[in-house]
């Protein structure tokens, strides 16, 4: 049954059920998942695909980017990389399109005495929380991966974080959502429409206006500042920047990696993540610096740098593309899903690092909920109102 079956019952046929704002891929994963349970569905965004996907990486990292304070995280994570083959196959099929989607596993090393200590910790944390991850010597990471640099000190084989490419996971979502009926508004949008308590559409930048049944805000880094959105109701997400560049490995040095590599460099921390079609991704900075996009020449030189002490052959490679994008942070780094405060406005944001991981399970959640009014177990701990009832405790 609808969530909001009564209210969608009163307006117009030809209004959507559900009308999505952001069409990144949490947006269009929430839509494909719509529709194909029969919602009527809008996705407005100028450039649908667009956003911090075009960017990311794409690792499905729920091991190695586990972090101290993240389990109730980490859960999510985990049930997200469960349902990844069959996600991505299913994708696969409905757009007849690659993803990219390589299981290959993840190799985490330590350059020097101080990465090594922090790598055994990590290694403590995984064991502690039931994860699986393997210690090697410098010697057994080099036999797996030969470019490593001699003076590679240990590392962490995690043969269950895998990757895929997010700008062909957003493409192929784009057409599965074409495929399901979802239509789209290329527009940015203006403002959140609210009438008699409710939120009820919104309004187009271009003019005009759109109405629905229920609105998702699904904006990334912008979900934080929609006009016409109550104060108390704005989500709490900011941008998190991070600087990534593309380099290409000729046929003639290939593979030059055969897994995606992590280290943290001097407490930085750095990956490579190489592409079956040759590409090698190299990240990213984490920079709080508001809406800034620069690539600037200081993030680019550590990235190389600290690529380059991991890796040496690496200053060989062409190096094809430097980008920035935004991550949507949170306060707890955790996602928001479902329903706010204000009738008729959920949210599916906020997912910081892990946007690409978390991609199948906040489509079934937001699907499911959307179409129920339930919002199933596995978000629980992620509704938006743990930080507006935190919001309310606090004394003015
Ligand atoms: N998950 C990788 C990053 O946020 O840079």
Redesign the pocket.
Known sequence: MHADRAFADTVPDVLPDVLIVGGGIIGLVTAWRSAQRGLRTTVVDPAPGGGAAQV??G?L?AVT?LHYGEQVLLGLNLESARRYPAFAAELAEASGQDLGYRTCGTLAVALDADDRAHLRELHALQQRSGLTSEWLTGRECRRLEPMLAPGVRGGLRVDGDHQIDPRRLAAALVTACERAGVDFRRDHVAELTVRGGRATGVVLAAGGALGAGQVVLAAGSLSGKLAGVPDDVLPPVRPVK?QVLRLTVPEAFAPFLSRTVRAVVRGS?L?LVPRENGELVV??T?EELGWDTTVTAGGVYELLRDAHELVPGITELPLTETRAGL?PASPDNAPLLGPTALPGLHLATGH???GVLLTPVTGDVMAEFLTTGELPAEAGPFTPRRFSSARQEQPV
């Open positions: 990311a990486a690792m990292a980017e991070g921390h990956y990240g990213a984490s991550r910081y690092r892990n």
